[in-house]
């Protein structure tokens, strides 16, 4: 039999998909909802989740539940470049000679007498050789991971999921910040397992939020961002992750460190505080280049056999001749040379933004590619979203990072990557001035950033 609150769902999509509810349109308070179909404020809230779960509307906090536009729910995971002529929707940072030099280092790594090896078949730990020079290349602040445990994987998303498949397994649940990187939810949909959002605050995922629930509904590990969070940007500070790690030790839980900007600061990682609970993952699609994708996870000795296990069973293991590539740039000096220059750009573009931006209320570290923009009286992140598409310009609503069962905040992401330099700076313009069609923004004012 059917649950009466998915019933009551099914029958708020049919109306949505007939247009007898359009995009923009507010639903009715839960409690309104509640009392107008006789059920009770549970149900109600089951099945605002659901539609939520579907992404059909969008909860703002304080600003009630929407329905959520076409060009809103275009690409949630992720996964797809935007057609947009100024992407500010994914964060896929590319340099403008990057092509000569990578192009130097695959002549170097393609040799005939080199290639005969990466073409065979190689296993989830590659070779003790590969795994020492990973090890050097992720150290940071201080920590360098074991070479002995290390693996490889495709990109960066299938070491998330062979992470996740190690420490929990279907119908098991496990923590993250409520907002979060959006295609986690739907790894954890695929593995069959729940992510539960997490209070934050600005250094990130709050100790007594992990504690609380491990006192009621205990969970079995962790998905974390400490560093140059997506997408807030935000940092844990020192006090922060020790905080964590001494949870993470007097509870037992793993946690999975999500590091894929960390090659943007000097910052020790989570797992320099935690080393026996923490599986640090690294990838080289932001470090390097999208279209040269590897994943490299570090496991405490504990995990790291269900970790090579999930790697060989997803067939997420890393092909030989990427690995090698990679491998030719980390050992040559390219893969370090191409991280240090992306250091500047990403502070180059923050200046620009924050000059751009003026007077608006804004969250971000220097030292990010993303920016975390709050949005003002009078506009909806999925309106602007919609009127920024209209302008040319593609970016995300705090809904595409909210957990399924979380309201998302009055605000949106922009990624500061993609565009050169000049197009970022008139397309910042363009945006501030659109928004300030509902404040009072004048040209002259200085940035305000929020929780800096």
């Known amino acids: 039999m059917i649950a009466h609150y998915l019933t009551l769902a099914d029958s708020l999509a049919a109306e949505i998909a007939s247009g007898r509810l359009a995009p923009g349109d507010r639903l009715p308070p839960q409690r309104d909802f509640a009392y107008q179909r006789g059920i009770a404020a549970s149900t109600a809230s089951r099945v605002y989740a659901e539609l939520r779960h579907r992404g059909l509307v969008t909860g703002e906090v304080g600003r009630g539940t929407y329905v959520r536009s076409v060009l809103a729910q275009s690409h949630p995971a992720l996964t797809e470049p935007s057609p947009a002529p100024l992407d500010l929707e994914l964060n896929f940072p590319l340099l403008p000679h990057q092509g000569h030099t990578i192009a130097a280092a695959l002549d170097r790594a393609l040799r005939p007498d080199t290639i005969h090896h990466a073409l065979k078949p190689i296993g989830v730990a590659a070779t003790p050789q590969a795994r020492a020079i990973a090890s050097r290349f992720l150290a940071r602040g201080g920590w360098q991971p074991s070479a002995e445990t290390l693996a490889f994987t495709g990109n960066g998303r299938q070491a998330i999921a062979a992470a996740l498949a190690a420490i929990a397994s279907p119908g098991e649940r496990i923590g993250a910040e409520a907002l979060t990187y959006p295609a986690l939810q739907s790894i954890a949909t695929q593995l069959g397992i729940t992510v539960v959002p997490l209070a934050m605050d600005q250094y990130g995922v709050l100790p007594e939020a992990i504690a609380q629930h491990q006192q009621t509904a205990p969970l079995k590990g962790l998905y974390l961002q400490p560093c140059l969070h997506n997408p807030l940007g935000i940092s844990m500070n020192p006090a922060r992750k020790q905080a964590i790690a001494d949870l993470l030790h007097a509870t037992g839980l793993p946690a999975i460190e999500d590091a894929t900007y960390g090659f943007l600061t000097d910052d020790p990682p989570l797992a320099a505080f935690a080393p026996q609970q923490v599986i640090y993952v690294e990838s080289f699609s932001k470090r390097i280049a999208p279209g040269l994708t590897l994943g490299i996870v570090s496991a405490p000795a504990a995990i790291a056999s269900r970790l090579h296990h999930s790697i060989r069973a997803g067939g997420w293991s890393a092909a030989g001749v990427p690995l090698a590539v990679a491998l030719q740039m980390i050992g040559d000096g390219t893969a370090e040379s191409i991280s240090r220059e992306k250091r500047q750009d990403a502070r180059d573009r923050q200046a620009i933004a924050r000059h751009c931006l003026a007077c608006l209320s804004w969250q971000a570290d220097p030292r990010a590619y993303h920016l975390w923009l709050h949005l003002p009286p009078g506009w909806r992140a999925e309106a602007l979203v919609e009127t920024a598409a209209r302008h040319g310009m593609a970016l995300l609503p705090a ?40 404040t009072d923004c004048p040209s002259g004012s200085t940035p305000s950033p929020a929780g800096q």
């Open 399 to 438: 809904s595409a990072f909210t957990l399924s069962n979380h309201h998302a905040p009055p605000a949106v992401r922009l990624a500061l990557s993609a565009p050169p330099q000049d197009q970022l700076r008139a397309g910042l313009e363009t945006l501030r001035r659109l928004i300030a069609t509902a």
